[in-house]
């Protein structure tokens, strides 16, 4: 489904046309094409889902096997969007382009006897990749080997009309970094990215901890939170099953998992205010929601997380002050991001020498 309907400003550089239309006549214009090229856009995916399955799914022991989809698909139980519509004053369309990364600093050089920390997630780790990077300063005051893997735009879901074999995949979402780590996919795509360079240099298996943030991107990409479709499809799976993945293949590294903090949405050229995390509904949730399922998905895996939405210190008063653009963070929030990655990881690595001190008594 396209994203005419709802109007946000993605991480990376929306494109708004304003027009005369009333709130009301957006609302209603904007929802009876959406019911529609839902309808269509469900009827192709369902078709091409079933026969993709049932011709070409490798059943792993962890993954849906191939009827199990069918069913799925062909049942109508993949959750669709309700009807409360981001609300908008005077915006029209929406144009989500894939961002390309930025391709400065973060040169990575492994030392030995130093903590190897991987960062997944999207530009709030990618945008900024020179000394006042997140990642570059958790590197710097830990002493430690960061491999930055973050690639801006990118979601822990892919779209529906995307393929989920192995041998077909083609997105560097957070399930594609994960599955090119293990070596399951072409790693060629990763090539336009500062990431494909890095991952090139990185032994996944000499990891300590891996850095997850994801979920605000799914939010503007409107990939549903839950529900039955297949794994990659949705939020809290592909995020759950990214982790476990994680979690077996490595099982010596931690996962530290950062939900996304407050934000704003804005037009373009920030005159128009949308909303916030709390008020702009995609169809299945608040941005505040998807939030909330990133630190569940955390605990219910089993591995640590940092609500960053309570720990960041934004809120509409110190939005302005923190971030670029009600989104990015700023050096001030880049540099208060780091610390509590460290005073986290110092922790963990606090809590690990007690266990191993208590193992040997």
């Not at 022991?61 to 989809?69: C, G, Y």
């Not at 957070?174 to 500062?194: M, Q, T, W």
């Not at 931690?254 to 949308?274: G, H, K």
């Amino acid at each position: 489904m396209t994203a005419s309907v709802m109007s946000l400003v993605l991480l990376t550089g929306c494109q708004y046309r304003i027009t005369d239309k009333t709130v009301e006549e957006e609302v209603a214009a904007a929802l009876e094409e959406a019911q529609e090229e839902w309808r269509i856009e469900s009827e192709r995916l369902q078709k091409q889902a079933v026969e993709e399955a049932l011709k070409a799914y490798e059943v792993e022991s962890n993954k849906t096997d191939p009827e199990t989809i069918a069913q799925v698909v062909t049942s109508g139980e993949v959750e669709q969007p309700d009807t409360t519509v981001m609300t908008t004053d005077s915006l029209d369309q929406i144009d989500i382009p894939v961002s390309e990364a930025d391709h400065h600093g973060n040169e990575e050089t492994a030392v030995e006897d130093r903590l190897q920390i991987v960062f997944m997630g999207d530009s709030i780790f990618d945008s900024v990749r020179d000394e006042t990077g997140i990642a570059a300063q958790v590197g710097r005051k830990m002493n430690a080997d960061i491999y930055n893997l973050a690639i801006g735009g990118s979601a822990a879901a892919i779209k529906y009309d995307k393929a989920w074999q192995l041998d077909l995949w083609s997105e560097v979402d957070f399930l594609g970094v994960v599955y090119a780590l293990e070596n399951k996919i072409d790693r060629s795509i990763f090539s336009p990215y500062k990431s494909g360079e890095i991952m090139a240099t990185l032994d996944p298996y000499k990891t300590d901890y891996f850095v997850i943030q994801y979920g605000t991107n799914d939010f503007l990409s409107y990939f549903p939170i839950g529900g039955d479709a297949p794994y990659c499809y949705v939020f809290s799976s592909a995020l759950e099953f990214g982790i476990k993945e994680l979690q077996t293949a490595y099982p010596d590294a931690e996962i530290l998992v950062c939900t996304p903090y407050y934000m704003q949405f804005w037009s373009a050229d920030r005159t128009t205010f949308i909303g916030d995390s709390h008020t702009v509904n995609n169809g299945f949730g608040t941005h505040q929601d998807y939030i909330n399922w990133a630190e569940g998905i955390a605990n219910d895996c089993g591995v640590e997380s940092l609500n960053m939405y309570n720990l960041s210190g934004v809120d509409g008063y110190t939005i302005d002050k923190l971030t670029v653009d009600g989104i990015h963070p700023n050096e001030e929030l880049r540099a208060k991001y780091a610390d509590i990655l460290v005073e986290k990881i110092e922790e963990m690595e606090a809590a690990q020498e007690s266990e191993e001190e208590q193992a040997t008594e």
